[in-house]
Nanobody, 125 residues
Framework: QVQVVESGGGTVSAGGSLRLSCVASGYGYDGDCMGWFRQAPGKEREAIATIDSDSHTGYSESVKGRFTISQDKARNTLFLQMNGLKPEDTATYYC???????????????????WGPGTKVTVSS
């Protein structure tokens, strides 16, 4: 079973930045496709950033141009650099693997599962 631990969340003012990290391990994890998704109270889960086996990336329209996903496979670590944060980015953020042969764009449609506790991000106006 995949195990993940997300970190790096916190409270920032609008326009600020945060860098989230996710360490993943466990049976079945190969790091070939990974993604970040978020869920705000009362809202549906939203896949926001993905990276595939060719290191291609995909972003939702809501974060494109502001967030950057990256990966250090040697350390089984996934990152999400978040710049230009907005109050509507307030949510709990999770990382999760996606099917290994999916492209980053396909993975934006994947129904990610929360394997870890997530990390909470609060953006004040």
């Amino acid at each position: 079973q995949v195990q993940v631990v997300e970190s790096g969340g916190g409270t920032v003012s609008a326009g600020g930045s945060l860098r989230l990290s996710c360490v993943a391990s466990g049976y079945g994890y190969d790091g070939d496709c990974m993604g970040w998704f978020r869920q705000a109270p009362g809202k549906e889960r939203e896949a926001i950033a993905t990276i595939d086996s060719d290191s291609h990336t995909g972003y939702s329209e809501s974060v494109k141009g502001r967030f950057t996903i990256s990966q250090d496979k040697a350390r089984n670590t996934l990152f999400l650099q978040m710049n230009g944060l907005k109050p509507e980015d307030t949510a709990t953020y999770y990382c999760s693997p996606c099917p290994p042969r999916w492209t980053a764009i396909q993975a934006l449609l994947f129904e990610f599962k929360a394997w870890g506790p997530g990390t909470k991000v609060t953006v004040s106006s």
